[in-house]
């Protein structure tokens, strides 16, 4: 049995129009979000082989600010792949995980990672599955298991979307994209 976790970084601000997408720093509601998500994380009792995290500042600061709420550090793996990969890319990255790491968390962007979760969720509860379909906001987590020995097994459709949680959710005041 295999767990993804997917984590669509914080909201991230626009402050200064002349700098680099990926340099762009979370905002105050994606520094409040953050460590939320992480706490209801480890309140679930989710716990990680490793973190596959888009080395964009945005996505580091997110997973910092989890580990804060987590309560522990999170062993990490940067992938510069993850930062804006389509859902074809993040698939090509989960194939090849190493076997022995039953459970990861990827920390990315959109539109890649909604892409990646409509692809791979095949089946699961109803009204998660269509908030899914609707939108993933920032700071937004998606748990999809699938029934396999191999990462390389993983098959689009045959993932079983087993958690979606927004910051909202866990705290009206999250509320936004």
Request: hydrophobic share 40%; glycine share 10%.
């Amino acid at each position: 049995m295999k767990s993804l976790t997917l984590l669509r970084h914080a909201k991230a601000g626009w402050g200064d129009p002349s700098q680099r997408d990926f340099d762009r720093p979370l905002d105050e509601r994606g520094r409040r979000a953050a460590p939320r998500m992480g706490h209801y994380l480890r309140t679930e009792g989710l716990t990680f082989d490793r973190v596959v995290v888009s080395p964009s500042v945005r996505t580091l600061e997110t997973l910092a600010l989890v580990e804060e709420g987590y309560g522990a550090k999170l062993t990490e793996l940067e992938d510069e792949r993850v930062y804006l990969a389509s859902s074809d890319t993040l698939l090509d990255i989960i194939h090849a995980l190493p076997d022995e790491w039953d459970n990861i968390l990827i920390i990315g962007h959109n539109p890649g990672f909604e892409d990646l979760g409509l692809q791979l969720a095949g089946h699961g509860p109803e009204r998660l599955m269509a908030r899914l379909a609707a939108f993933l906001p920032t700071a937004g987590v998606v748990e999809i298991t699938f029934d396999v020995d191999h990462w390389s097994d993983v098959r689009p459709g045959e993932g079983e979307l087993v958690r979606f949680v927004r910051p909202v959710d866990l705290d009206r005041t999250l509320e936004g994209d």
